[in-house]
């Protein structure tokens, strides 16, 4: 019971600072789109007005709106340029039947929302590898006062939201490795293919997935096992998409494309590169994780040996780590 009640605490504070600070915050970039464009899903089924990412985050986060005399309009189009799509959520924030502040505000507690559910996962997981809660309610402070996690979890963004539909995925396919059944493998497909609608970086978990089933035994049926999984994830892409499970495949194409080859201009210490740098994301973390983050993080490092942990939990831990940030290294599109 009284570490029930840490846990509420901890997440209570972690909401009370995250609508507090929202409700000071204009519109960033991309928010007057995204909510648009969730509403515009929504309402008219219509996902070709963005296939750059999937439409699950946009769609909870327009979610309320619907209760609303918020209104968007309909646009007879087949593709949209950005300055189209911009200029279109602009239009939809300022000069609606809600105040742009309200309407803000109402999009962003679905994230919250999604950031409070990560948070008990981060505790359930710590929990599990270490043996004792004390490990996880530690865990969980950090995230409740982590600067990235508060910010991303105020915004009605797409950072947040894949992150929790990805950590639920590894969490997931991490109890079906160790207990194979099931419903097990149902949760786990459903869960992935949540983080396949939400964002196109979730495809990184495919080879994560892959290597864990060939070096399960026995292999075979692992293989056969985690087929399935995905085969339940496109059953839910397909369900988000209304059956225009085209589309998302569409966009990984335009997506991949311009992260593999075509690129974007990144900035990094005084210099511009179109080829993306490969220690971008090693100078991101340590620019933007708080000093104790950092510390742990190192003295983790060099204590690795004697977490207490099994040797698969540490495999599990590290391999996902790897393939998300070495893919994200190598990228030509480096941002955020």
């Known amino acids: 019971m009284k570490h029930k009640i840490i846990i509420f605490f901890l997440l209570t504070i972690l909401a009370i600072q995250v609508i507090l600070s929202s409700k000071q915050k204009c519109a960033y970039y991309d928010e007057p789109f995204q909510i648009s ?11 070709k007005i963005e296939i750059q990412n999937p439409p699950l985050l946009r769609m909870i986060s327009a979610l309320p709106l619907l209760f609303t005399k918020v209104t968007v309009r309909k646009e007879e189009k087949h593709s949209w340029t950005s300055f189209e799509k911009y200029a279109f959520g602009k239009e939809f924030l300022y000069k609606n039947n809600l105040t742009a502040d309200r309407i803000l505000f109402l999009a962003r507690l679905q994230i919250l929302a999604i ?7 981060v505790f359930l997981w710590s929990s599990e590898l270490s043996g004792d809660d004390k490990a996880g309610i530690f865990a969980l402070a950090f995230y409740c006062f982590s600067p990235n996690i508060l910010a991303h979890s105020g915004i009605a963004g797409t950072d947040l939201g894949v992150a929790f539909f990805i950590v639920l995925s590894l969490f997931l396919f991490r109890k ?13 497909g459903i869960a992935v293919g949540l ?26 049926r692992s293989i056969f096992n985690v087929i399935v999984i995905f085969i339940i994830s496109f059953i839910v892409i397909i369900a988000v998409y209304h059956g225009s499970a085209g589309l998302f495949f569409e966009g990984i194409k335009n997506v991949f494309g311009i992260v593999g080859q075509k690129g974007a ?39 690795f040996k004697k977490i207490p942990a099994t040797n698969f939990d540490k495999i599990y831990i590290l ?13 030509k599109t480096q941002i955020g």
Request: a positive charge; zero cysteines; charged letters at 10%.
């Open 37 to 47: 464009a969730g509403l515009y899903h929504l309402k008219y089924g219509d996902y």
């Open 115 to 121: 950031s409070i559910f990560l948070g008990l996962i």
């Open 176 to 188: 079906y490795l160790k207990t194979p059944s099931i419903k097990n493998i149902i949760f786990t």
């Open 195 to 220: 983080a396949f609608s939400s964002k196109f970086t979730a495809v990184l978990l495919i080879p994560v997935f892959i290597f864990f089933a060939v070096i399960k035994k026995p292999v075979i």
């Open 265 to 303: 201009l990144t900035f990094l210490n005084g210099s511009y590169s179109s080829d993306g740098f490969r220690t971008y994301y090693i100078l991101a973390f340590l620019i933007k994780s708080t000093i104790p983050v950092i510390i742990l993080t190192v003295i983790s490092v060099f204590a």
């Open 319 to 331: 391999v996902p780590i790897l393939i998300f940030f070495g893919a994200a290294s190598y990228s």
